[in-house]
Every structure is written in C-alpha cells, then in structure tokens.
T-cell receptor, first 118, second 114 residues
Framework: AQKVTQAQTEISVVEKEDVTLDCVYETRDTTYYLFWYKQPPSGELVFLIRRNSFDEQNEISGRYSWNFQKSTSSFNFTITASQVVDSAVYFCALSVPYSGAGSYQLTFGKGTKLSVIP | DAGVTQSPTHLIKTRGQHVTLRCSPISGHKSVSWYQQVLGQGPQFIFQYYEKEERGRGNFPDRFSARQFPNYSSELNVNALLLGDSALYLC?????????????FGPGTRLTVT
C-alpha cells in the first residue's frame, strides 16, 4: 500500500520569506511517481511537478524548487520569496503503475495550507 | 482549449437519494479518473476509466459506480446517499491511462447530503 505524509497542517509566513513544505512517502514499488499540486480556494487542483523514482535530480522552476531524496523517502517543496498569490493548500501525491493494465491512481497526502501574509 | 468541465457545480441531496455527476475531459484525452475530497483531507481515488473500460477502482462501496461514454465523457453515480458522502468530487482527465500522462483536474462538484 502507498502512503503520503504531510506533517505540516498549516504554515503562515510573511511575504518574501522562503518556505519549505515537507512530504514523506511510503511504497514498496521501485517504480513510482511523485507529484505536487496546488489547490487555491476555487478548488481546482493545479499540477506543479511530476518526478519519477529514477530521477533524483532536484528541479527549479522560477521561485519553486523541489528536493527529492530516495534515502529518506522525501520530496520537499520550497517556495522562495513567497507572495500572497502562493496562498493555497498544497498536496503531495504518489502514483504507482497498476501491473498489466498500465493504469494508475494518485495517493494524496492530507495537504499543507500555506498562508502568505502581506 | 477548454479544460476539464464538471456539472453541476453544486448539489444538495437528501440521505437515501441517488446522484449523478458528469465530467467532460479535455479534447483528445481518453482517460478519466474520479476522486472524492472530504473537507480538510486530500483527494481519494474512486475510479479510473480508459477507452470506456474500468482500469482502476479505489476502496469505495458498491454504491459508487461510473461509466465512460464513446465521446470519453464520464458519469459518477452514487446510490443510497449517506451524510458521509458530502464532499468535493473531482474529475481528472489524461491523454492516456498510463502514469506518464499528466492528469488535469476539473473544478469539481460540491455535493452536500442532508
């Protein structure tokens, strides 16, 4: 069974501060995919990043960066110089392929609510 | 291009009733997945359909069922509604049914059961 833990329920930061959202995952599969999604108050999940288990390179996209460490089963997300528009709930998710059918499902963590205060 | 659309936006039902939620995927996408998101929790996987066939089913009772039509749109049906079925129901579409295909989520249908 797969499991994703986001230990931080809520985080508040002042605008322009850096913030890191933690994600720890559990799976026995050697092939898996990790995701981060953003859910603003409107409710629609917005895809941020996908990372497969064979690629441990860290990634940077503008003010966003992700640190993937298989040794600690973590996939942490850092926002640099946070802005008010970053306020949302952020979900980490894990996916493993179903055997044979090639289908998959996303297992989500409970999410971290980020509030950026002006 | 239009994104994933879901209807209705909001719905209020009474315990014991039946509900049908609808989802239209992005044009060209052949896979649709359904998720339930209870307030304060992460989404939970209900079903995945690809090319009109069920490819995956989450840990939900048989009161939940779904289907996918030839135009790749999908319906989620829930029978004998319980108070605990109150949630945001999210639909996601992807180009294929494999994990390499990125999933795009719709705005969801908020179901309230009274």
């Amino acid at each position: 069974a797969q499991k994703v833990t986001q230990a931080q329920t809520e985080i508040s930061v002042v605008e322009k501060e850096d913030v890191t959202l933690d994600c720890v995952y559990e799976t026995r599969d050697t092939t898996y995919y990790l995701f981060w999604y953003k859910q603003p108050p409107s409710g629609e999940l917005v895809f941020l990043i996908r990372r497969n288990s064979f690629d441990e390179q860290n990634e940077i996209s503008g003010r966003y960066s992700w640190n993937f460490q298989k040794s600690t089963s973590s996939f942490n997300f850092t926002i640099t110089a946070s802005q008010v528009v970053d306020s949302a709930v952020y979900f980490c998710a894990l996916s493993v392929p179903y055997s044979g059918a090639g289908s998959y499902q996303l297992t989500f963590g409970k999410g971290t609510k980020l509030s950026v205060i002006p | 291009d239009a994104g994933v659309t879901q209807s209705p936006t909001h719905l209020i039902k009474t315990r014991g009733q039946h509900v049908t939620l609808r989802c239209s995927p992005i044009s060209g996408h052949k896979s649709v997945s359904w998720y339930q998101q209870v307030l304060g929790q992460g989404p939970q996987f209900i079903f995945q359909y690809y090319e009109k066939e069920e490819r995956g089913r989450g840990n939900f009772p048989d009161r939940f069922s779904a289907r996918q039509f030839p135009n790749y749109s999908s319906e989620l049906n829930v029978n004998a509604l319980l108070l605990g079925d109150s949630a945001l129901y999210l639909c996601a579409s992807s180009l294929e049914g494999r994990v390499l295909s990125e999933q795009y989520f719709g705005p969801g249908t908020r179901l309230t059961v009274t």
